[in-house]
């Protein structure tokens, strides 16, 4: 706390009062004093305090009671009692209900000021921390989370729903959704909110790391083992582990994963000793996971595992109306930022930003408006701050409004569209046939004959 620190002295004992109150004084603290249980009640009332030094033995309301009332009023403040030797047991009792410590009489006035000063150092911890839960909870609440569409509305339902049990949630949308965002908010309205956040980057690194990174190991294991190490399921204890992308990881490491959710624990690497799993499991993905369980890319087993809860977040273009408010949502965050006067999007602006299809989501529509911001010399973004691709999304997609009188037929354009959304989906789903066939919504024979007519390879964009 600072020196400004406010103490209430609660004692009918005027010797006492004068004495507590001088040492509070002298150590630039500011003292108050009640001489009464209710008076004391009435002081917390009013006034902001950072600890109370309690009686136990007060006229009419009693020195226990008076704490118990303290207590259901504030959880958090902190109590010290001042007991006679002859009381010691109504101290520890008083330890039991939520008191920080005990003084006994006579006292020194060291002790005095060495428990005054724990005392005060334990509430700067808990508003410290309280400031913190505040600002996470702001962080990762669902008012971070922006959208008033009807799509929205039902993903924030499911989330409310699903927060608080047990189970295992999968979390599907395209890349730049805000699938993280949306985990985070998950954990922190869950029982486990407490705990930590635990996030496994799934296609980062090869299938032993991962595992080791997983699970841990123990000294010697392998190579460059030189002492036990801890792996992030053992971190994620009494919280959440959030396996972004986990249709990126091996079969291999899938198989152990199973293992960890149907037995609720795990090895290190190289090592015997059995390990309790305590972490909730929440995926995400942007692939399409029933396709690679169809091709024997991903487990089915772990695929029911997993998939418990689905919370599906909708793409950008299926939810317009919930452009504006992001746009200027990012706008007031990236302004601030910045040092910034802008403060409005011009209409012709706002509808380029509605026009444009926006493959890469929210992501993507954040650093438009953040580009924006920073090359703004105006109070207001106008069209020519945003990037051509936003401006003029047509001409950049190689569609044009219509035909030239000289230019391309009916026929030669919706060819060329055709193409477009093919390479586009095969872009979107490494080269995988297959994948870009359901993203398409069309029969993998016939996505096959397409590709075919307009000379188009899935190797060009990835996988074969």
């Known amino acids: 706390m600072t020196d400004a620190a406010n103490i209430l002295v609660i004692d009918d004992e005027d010797v006492l009062q004068d004495i507590l109150t001088m040492l509070i004084a002298r150590e630039g603290w500011r003292p108050l004093s009640a001489t009464t249980g ?6 917390l009332e009013r006034e902001d305090v950072d600890l109370v030094l309690l009686d136990l033995m007060l006229p009419s309301m009693s020195g226990m009671e008076v704490l118990r009332q303290i207590r259901q009023r504030d959880p958090d403040q902190v109590v010290v009692i001042i007991t006679a030797f002859s009381s010691i047991e109504g101290a520890i009792e008083a330890m039991r209900e939520g008191a920080f410590h005990y003084i006994p009489k006579p006292f020194k006035n060291d002790e005095v000021l060495i428990t005054i000063k ?4 334990r509430r700067r911890l808990t508003s410290e921390n309280r400031s913190l839960r505040a600002e996470l909870h702001k962080r990762y609440g669902f008012d971070n989370i922006i959208g008033k569409s009807k799509p929205m509305q039902r993903v924030f339902e499911l989330i409310r729903l699903a927060a608080p049990s047990k189970s295992n949630i999968l979390i599907l949308g395209d890349s730049g959704t805000g699938k993280e965002l949306v985990a985070k908010a998950i954990h922190h309205h869950s029982r486990r909110a407490d705990g930590p956040f635990v996030t496994v980057n799934s296609g980062s690194m090869p299938s032993d790391l991962l595992e080791s990174n997983l699970f841990g190991h123990v000294k010697g294991a392998f190579t460059g083992a030189v002492a036990n190490k801890k792996g992030l399921f053992e971190m994620a204890a009494g919280g959440s582990i959030f396996f972004d992308e986990i249709g990126n990881i091996p079969l291999e490491t899938q198989a152990k994963l199973l293992r960890v959710i149907q037995e609720k624990e795990f090895m290190r690497l190289g090592g015997v000793e059995t390990i309790q799993a305590d972490a909730r499991i929440i995926a995400a993905t942007n692939a399409n996971l029933e396709s690679m369980v169809a091709e024997g890319t991903f487990r089915d087993d772990l695929y029911y595992r997993l998939n418990v809860i689905t919370v599906d977040l909708p793409p950008l273009a299926e939810r317009p109306e919930d452009i504006p408010l992001l746009a200027r949502h990012f706008l007031a965050e990236y302004a601030t930022e910045n040092e910034k006067s ?12 509605l026009d444009f299809h926006w493959p890469g989501n929210v992501r993507e529509l954040e650093n438009v408006i953040e580009r924006a911001v920073v090359l703004s010399t105006d109070e207001v973004i106008a069209p020519s701050l945003l990037p051509p ?3 003029e999304p ?8 219509a035909p030239p009188h000289h230019g391309l037929s009916l026929k030669e354009a919706m060819a060329q569209y055709e193409r477009q959304l093919i390479v586009q989906a095969l872009r979107q789903e490494n080269g995988v046939q297959k994948r870009a066939a359901v993203r398409l919504k069309v ?10 007519r307009l000379k188009i390879t899935a190797e060009m964009y990835g996988a074969a």
């Not at 802008?342 to 930003?353: F, G, H, Q, T």
């Not at 029969?443 to 075919?452: F, I, N, S, V």
């Open 118 to 121: 724990k005392g005060l150092e």
């Open 38 to 43: 209710e008076a004391g009640l009435q002081v």
């Open 394 to 401: 047509r001409a950049q997609a190689g569609l044009p409004a």
């Open 443 to 452: 029969k993998a024979t016939t996505l096959h004959e397409m590709m075919k």
């Open 389 to 391: 691709s936003v401006r």
């Open 342 to 353: 802008v403060v409005n999007i011009s209409s012709e602006a706002m509808e380029c930003l």
